[in-house]
């Protein structure tokens, strides 16, 4: 069954740690997305890769980091940087090609205290 | 900046009504108009899409009307179950430019 994978469900950290969020998919898509989501905000992009090697600043790209070494898998880094790192976070896959939908898996609850 | 406006923030209707959530757009570039359905604790799932060349997609009991001229589109929910109480999403994309724009969401409650 096709489909994308978040992990964990719920993060806790430390304020000043760096924390990595994993994202994995087999829906053999070429590009994937990392989203954040707050309440009242909708969704807003944060990186988004369309190759592997290959990837791209998002509206709330500062004090984030990503990387994709391979097709299947985009994992996020939110370090110290960044300023309000509660949220959630959603990561997604398309096609690539122009208008396919995006599919999401169910995120990642990241609560820093 | 925020390009899609979504309304009304959060709707309540009894079961069997007809809830309507609007969005507006801005950039006439888009192209491509989804709705997302969003459950607690769960991603958004495609529910359905309208392209600008037709004023009306239904899918089931889920329709989109759109109005190229006005820049605005909306999801009509025809006999609204208690299960279709969700979170939506208007969403819109252009041709060539996978950075899909989000509105802010709309909670839909459908009391029994």
């Known amino acids: 069954d096709g489909g994308i994978t978040q992990s964990p469900k719920y993060l806790f950290r430390k304020e000043g740690q760096n924390v990595t969020l994993s994202c994995e998919q087999n829906?053999?898509?070429?590009?994937m997305y990392w989203y954040r989501q707050d309440p009242g905000q909708g969704l807003r992009l944060i990186y988004y890769?369309?190759?592997?090697?290959?990837?791209q600043k998002g509206d709330i790209a500062e004090g984030y980091s990503v990387s994709r070494e391979k097709k299947e898998s985009f994992p996020l880094t939110v370090t110290s940087a960044q300023k309000n790192p509660t949220a959630f976070y959603l990561c997604?896959?398309?096609?690539?090609?122009?208008?396919?939908?995006?599919?999401f898996g169910n995120g990642t609850r990241l609560t820093v205290t | 900046q925020q390009q899609v406006k979504q309304s009304p923030q959060s709707l309540i209707v009894q079961k069997g009504g007809i809830p309507i959530i609007n969005c507006a757009y801005e950039?006439?570039?888009?192209?491509?108009f989804p709705w997302y359905q969003q459950f607690p604790g769960k991603g958004p799932a495609l529910l359905i899409a309208?392209?600008?060349?037709?004023s009306e997609k239904k899918e089931g009991r889920f329709t989109i009307s759109f109005n190229k001229s006005a820049k605005q589109f909306s999801l009509h929910i025809m006999d609204s179950q208690p299960g279709d109480s969700a979170t939506y999403f208007c969403?819109?994309?252009?041709?060539?430019?996978?950075?899909?724009?989000f509105g802010a969401g709309t909670r839909l409650t459908v009391k029994p």
């Open positions: 890769s369309q190759i592997v090697n290959d990837f």
């Open positions: 997604a896959s398309s096609k690539g090609r122009s208008n396919s939908p995006l599919h």
């Open positions: 829906l053999n898509h070429d590009a």
């Open positions: 309208i392209r600008p060349d037709v």
């Open positions: 950039n006439t570039a888009f192209d491509y």
């Open positions: 969403a819109a994309s252009q041709y060539n430019n996978n950075d899909m724009r």
